[in-house]
């Protein structure tokens, strides 16, 4: 029986890779310089660089169920997707940050219900999505919403990880929440002042726009502006 795994690694060697070889030797040479961590759920379905028509070299990502991020003061245990928050941000200098949830996520759905009992990791990181579910039997309404408050939590756990805030604050790092929804085609982009997710096609901001930085004299509007908008946590209008 043919391997086809193996089939399509000896496809990209001699089809692809010829047509790509000098990018990548040059991302070598130069090194890497992506100015975007993209914190994304692991679904299939999101495919990073067809969203955003990035290539190689352009997306730092880190992937994990539900796009969640864990809190840093390492509660969580050992974190890859927070080692990754620092070095993106510490090391790479990133500009942005993108949290990407998604219509029909599994990891948002289960939360509604029950994991396997030996999935006993699984269940420990569901609860960094807990907050957002709602009190609600899981309607595709309530789904969808859900899936989109807890994009806005990863936005708000990330600010708590110093290096973020500090970047924030000082205008030099962007926050991005974008729910995907697949079978659209569309990205809706978190606006903070109107605490609402708009479609990308109508938005005026990839949802840089709520992460301005802080007028001199003043405190970072940011966390404020989200708890006026996302205060009601159950039954906010997000
Ligand atoms: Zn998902």
């Not at 709520?210 to 966390?223: A, N, Q």
Request: contains cysteine; charged residues 20%; negative net charge.
């Amino acid at each position: 029986m043919p391997d086809e795994l193996l089939q399509r690694l000896q496809r990209f060697h001699s089809d692809t890779f010829p047509g790509v070889q000098e990018q990548f030797q040059n991302l070598v040479r130069d090194g890497q310089h992506p100015t975007i961590l993209f914190i994304g759920c692991s679904d299939s379905r999101l495919v990073p660089y067809l969203l955003t028509g990035t290539g190689p070299g352009e997306l730092f990502i880190v992937r994990n169920v539900g796009a969640f991020v864990p809190p840093y003061d390492g509660s969580a245990g050992y974190h890859g997707t927070s080692a990754a928050i620092e070095f993106a941000v510490l090391n790479l200098q990133v500009s942005r940050i993108v949290v990407c949830g998604h219509s029909h996520c599994g990891g948002i759905r289960a939360l509604y219900g029950e994991v396997p009992p030996a999935a006993k990791n699984l269940a420990a990181w569901l609860e960094l999505g807990r907050e957002a579910v709602l009190p609600v039997l899981p309607s595709a309404e309530a789904l969808r919403r859900t899936e989109q408050r807890a994009v806005v939590l990863q936005l708000e756990r990330l600010m708590n990880y110093p290096m973020v805030r500090q970047q924030v604050d000082a205008g030099r790092l962007a926050l991005h929440g974008w729910h995907y929804v697949i079978e659209d085609g569309e990205v809706h982009v978190f606006d903070v002042r109107s605490g609402r997710f708009v479609a990308a096609t109508e938005a005026t901001h990839s949802g840089t726009g709520p992460y301005l930085p802080p007028e001199p004299g003043m405190d970072s509007p940011v966390f404020n502006e989200i708890d006026a908008s996302y205060g009601a946590k159950a039954g906010g209008p997000v």
